[in-house]
T-cell receptor, first 115, second 112 residues
Framework: NAGVTQTPKFRVLKTGQSMTLLCAQD?????MYWYRQDPGMGLRLIHY???????AKGEVPDGYNVSRLKKQNFLLGLESAAPSQTSVYFC??????????????FGQGTRLTVV | GEDVEQSLFLSVREGDSSVINCTYT??????LYWYKQEPGAGLQLLTY?????DMKQDQRLTVLLNKKDKHLSLRIADTQTGDSAIYFC????????????FGTGTLLAVQP
């Protein structure tokens, strides 16, 4: 059981380049999330999805796009990378709220540097 | 707003108790959570508390909830060097959607 898998684990981009971060979960979870982690700012929610084919904006969505074409995958895209997007990105998934408390399962993170 | 606030750093000696504090914003949150992040890893759920409870104990962990003040705390008894990590509190924000909002994280450093 792999849980939540993120690819790639590390990436260096030049300003203006584009890339896609892939998140895959094998737990049949409905909800998936993308967060970024920056020193002193904790985790901030970028986008999330409550099911296949749905996406919604989080706290800091600007400069990012997402897609959830398959239930198990949640893609995060950067169309034109900026140095301010240098961060560690975490994907997470969870059951819907109706299944009692929410335990979010996290991937290992993607460390992205934009130069 | 959606601010969940924590102090950034806590240093304790091995064997002492640690208390990590958090203030949250959404009074309608049904559950509140503590997550642990070890170096170079993702977050893992440590414990949680239902909003109609004041306290929950789980081995060395004690969670206290003050709903009136929107204050959550995590006490770790007999703190060990293996407890060194970043601790995040989190709340479900937004009613029906299951949007988890995390605090800024507290780095716990345990001195031998």
């Amino acid at each position: 059981n792999a849980g939540v898998t993120q690819t790639p684990k590390f990436r260096v981009l030049k300003t203006g380049q584009s890339m896609t971060l892939l998140c895959a979960q094998d737990m049949n979870h409905e909800y998936m999330y993308w967060y970024r982690q920056d020193p002193g700012m904790g985790l901030r929610l970028i986008h999330y999805s409550v099911g296949e084919g749905t996406t919604a904006k989080g706290e800091v969505p600007d400069g990012y796009n997402v897609s959830r074409l398959k239930k198990q995958n949640f893609l995060l895209g950067l169309e034109s990378a900026a140095p301010s997007q240098t961060s560690v990105y975490f994907c997470a998934s969870s059951y819907p709220r109706e299944r009692a408390y929410t335990e979010a399962f996290f991937g290992q993170g993607t460390r992205l540097t934009v130069v | 707003g959606e601010d969940v606030e924590q102090s950034l750093f806590l240093s304790v000696r091995e064997g002492d108790s640690s208390v990590i504090n958090c203030t949250y914003t959404d009074s309608s949150s049904t559950y509140l959570y503590w997550y642990k992040q070890e170096p170079g890893a993702g977050l893992q759920l440590l414990t949680y508390i239902f909003s109609n409870m004041d306290m929950k104990q789980d081995q060395r962990l004690t969670v206290l909830l003050n709903k009136k003040d929107k204050h959550l705390s995590l006490r770790i008894a007999d703190t060990q060097t293996g407890d060194s990590a970043i601790y995040f509190c989190a709340e479900n924000y937004g009613g029906a959607t299951n949007k988890l909002i995390f605090g800024t994280g507290t780095l716990l450093a345990v001195q031998p």
